[in-house]
């Protein structure tokens, strides 16, 4: 079966949530238009000379119908698509984190409602939903490179990851994954699937949607080479420990991320202005504290006595500067 109409039939499944899906079968449209005008140009200029300057895998000029139409609606498609994950994502986390009178609630309400079932569901609907929309666009930018010989969609592909709209790139998924896996192991009736793997030592998340398509998630904090602890994903999507991302910006822990400057920039791709947007991972928190319990309780204790230091010093600053000492 095509992509093209397994992405159909997979969204129409989908109705009744109403998700924004790209139009796959729209801009397939779209190339298709352009393909003979696309043919005919490389076919004219050829046969007016014989030596083209231009390389063979280089489009020499934009298709006018494509850029026109194809890449802004694929931009708006993609946009309102990792907009509804991202939001559908907090929604249900935040009900499964709820804490106090909130969380006794939100048991009550499915206990009696019957909602925890399809709690695990949605879960699993939006890893789901989230990875084939990725497939769907990689396929498509494809497409259109093989039929402009060009590398314009590889191109268009860098400008959505440098404007945080790679699906893959966001945090929530790395914190629904977890969610999966917490589920899992406390509940008889979670699914099967996503898993926390450890190579040498080192974990990574994997979740697998069919045999060709694979995310391999690391969770080694580039800054101090060990596991995350106290995890939190820039917005850039690289995830650091709390205490190295706070490092990395120059601020104190009492300070927070919020309070770094928008010229601090990511270790990794060196993005400027990702520390504001930055997200605390509690899923994978948890998922991590259950499965090294002994590395976990060692990295607490150490932090704990830096994070008084860091405390004591910033209290001790601002009761001076109040003082005029």
Known sequence: MKFCKKYEEYMQTQ???????????????????CRTGTIVSHRSQSSSSSSSSSSPDICPHHCPVCDGTFFPSLMKEMSAVVGCFNKRAQKLLDVHLATGFRKYYVWCRGKFQGNHGALIQEGKDLVAYAIINAIALRKILKKYDKIHYSKHGQAFRSQVQSMHMEILQSPWLCELIAFHINLRETSRKAFEGPSLVFNDGKPSLSCELSDTF???????????????????????????CYMCACKSGSVTIVDGLQAAKSTAKCPLCREAGVYEGALHLDELNILLSRSCPEYWEERLQNERVERIRQ??????????AFLGI
């Open 15 to 33: 109705d009744e949530k109403k998700l924004p899906a790209v139009g796959f079968k729209n801009l397939k449209k779209i190339l298709k238009r």
């Open 214 to 240: 694979k995310i391999e998630i690391d969770l080694t904090c580039s800054i101090c080479l060990d596991t995350v602890f106290d995890s939190v994903s820039l917005t850039c999507g690289h995830i650091f």
């Open 311 to 320: 405390a004591k010093q910033h209290w001790e600053s601002q009761s001076r």
